[in-house]
């Protein structure tokens, strides 16, 4: 299978919970070191992300929501077939579990084989911003920290 298809298409592409686990845990840092701007309401970043010791990349982005300024996605995906590993959602709806349990407020997916990213695990922090909660999905995906290089501004 060619690369481009790879890109486009991660439907035909699994991988193992150890796998997933492993890529998630390798020390990454970013390819660039411009400064970026949080996405403002309803817009998106996207930047590219490097485990150099193990020469893979991978795509972050975050994602704000364009009703409610205080919702938004971190995710974390594999670079050459786009397979998400990693993604923080900060809401105040809810979200259902494949075994029926609910879980109220900010959650966070982690791939496994089973059920990909369907099932979701509880995540909140005290008195945390949009900014916190950036900083704490970084630290989950493993990148290094004096490399975030994210301008965060409050809006009114």
Do not use: W
């Not at 893979?56 to 938004?72: D, Q």
């Not at 990909?116 to 920290?145: G, S, T, W």
């Amino acid at each position: 299978m060619d690369e481009e298809k790879l890109n486009n298409n991660n439907q035909n592409f699994k991988m193992t919970t150890e796998e997933a686990i492993k890529l998630i845990d390798m020390l990454k840092e970013r390819v660039t070191d411009t400064t970026l701007e949080f996405p403002k309401v309803g817009a998106k970043l996207e930047f590219d992300v490097y485990a150099k010791r193990e020469g893979t990349k991978f795509i972050v982005s975050i994602r704000r929501g364009k009703i409610n300024k205080e919702k938004c996605t971190y995710q974390g995906r594999t670079y050459l077939n786009n397979i998400p590993l990693l993604r923080l959602d900060i809401t105040n709806s809810f979200h259902i579990n494949s075994d029926g349990t609910k879980i109220c407020g900010n959650h966070l997916h982690i791939y496994n084989e089973t059920n990909e990213m369907r099932d979701a695990i509880p995540f909140d922090i005290n008195n945390a911003d949009l900014y916190q909660y950036c900083l704490e999905f970084f630290k989950k995906f493993n990148i290094l920290q004096d490399n975030y290089g994210i301008l965060y501004q409050i809006e009114l």
